[in-house]
Structures are given as C-alpha cells and as structure tokens.
C-alpha cells in the first residue's frame, strides 16, 4: 500500500505570522512530498530485492525517507493557528499534560526555554522532542539527528529544526524561530498523545 501526503487539517497561511504560508505550502507541498516519494520508492524497491545485500543497501533510505514522513505526519497535528486566528494554538489548558510539565520542569516557561535551549544546540538538522519514557512514564526533552524519527520515547511534540522550517522566514536565526512557534503548538492533540503514551 503506497503512502500519501496527509492533508493538513488548517490553510497553509493559518499560521501566520509565526510561520508564513509561502514556508507551509513549500514544507508540505514539496518537502514532506519528497520524503513520501522517497519512501514508496524505497518500500518497492525493497520488496523486489533478491538479496540480503540489496535489503540492507536500502536501510538508508529507508530510515530517512520513513523518518521524513512519519516525523513530518506528526509535524502538522503539532500545530494549529493562534487564537487571533481563530484556533487556540499555544493554549495549554489545565490538565494531566500541565500537571506532568509543572512536575518536570517547574512551569510551561520553563519548559519551552529548555526544549528550545536544547533544540537550538543541534548541530546541522534534525528535530526537537518533547516525549515521554515508556519506562518512567515522565515526560524528557530529547533530540534526533536528520529526519530519524523518535524511538526511545513516545512522541508528544516535535518541533522541526530543518533550515526548510524556518529559513525563508527567520534566516539563520533558529531562536526566533523556535520562540515563535509555541504560539501555534496544538497543546490539544499533545495532551491527547500524552494521555495515551501515560494509560
């Protein structure tokens, strides 16, 4: 079964001013396009392989056009318009999400300036994680290089830090653009992940 672009669930300009249209519609249009192009390719090619030599030459692509999409599918639930645009991105209502953050970190503040702190270290591209330990079933800040998807712990938010997320926009400024995008999170579909990965 070949996969797809997911649609995105707002327009590409709904997340505006924090992240332009121009920067949606190339990102999910072009860029997560190509990873699902990728990954078909890949899938097909692996299954007409002869050899364990030609299944283990195809991991790599494998790895990066799978890790593309998977991350990037999670990618666009992760955001959602601000409320001067008629959504409640960056709205953390109280619940068990706010309670865990509070735990862990001290505050939401404290949070997002330790996941950007973090995030914005990443040398070259890759993706910031807020996720939680299937084994202590506490929430962690952690990174992964390139398009790797996260493994070690279940996804709650992921932040993309691919210069394709951000450059038209913020430059080489990664700061500016990791400050902003908490204003168009959508805590909503995190709390659901996070009550799912904690049952």
């Not at 990954?39 to 090619?45: C, I, P, Q, V």
């Not at 038209?168 to 500016?176: P, S």
């Not at 400050?179 to 009550?195: G, H, L, M, P, Y």
């Amino acid at each position: 079964m070949a996969h797809s672009l997911p649609p995105l669930d707002y327009p590409y300009n709904a997340l505006e001013p924090y992240i332009s249209g121009e920067i949606m519609t190339l990102h999910h249009t072009k860029h997560h396009q190509t990873y699902v192009n990728g990954l078909n390719a890949a899938e097909s090619a692996y299954a007409s392989a002869a050899s364990p030599k030609q299944h283990i030459a195809l991991q790599a692509a494998l790895k990066f056009n799978g890790g593309g999409h998977i991350n990037h599918s999670l990618f666009w639930k992760n955001l959602t318009p601000s409320p001067e645009k008629g959504g409640n991105g960056g709205v953390l209502k109280d619940g068990a999400l706010k309670k865990a953050i509070d735990s862990t970190f001290g505050s939401v503040d404290n949070l997002k300036k330790e996941f950007n702190a973090t995030t914005a270290a990443i040398q070259g591209s890759g993706w910031g994680w807020l996720g939680v330990n299937p084994s202590s079933k506490r929430l962690e800040i952690v990174t992964t290089a390139n398009q790797d998807p996260l493994l070690t712990h279940v996804p709650i938010i992921g932040v993309d830090i691919w210069e394709h997320a951000f450059y038209l926009q913020y430059k080489n400024v990664k700061a500016d653009y990791l400050t902003a995008i908490w204003s168009v999170i959508n805590f909503d579909e995190a709390e659901k992940r996070f009550a799912e990965a904690t049952a």
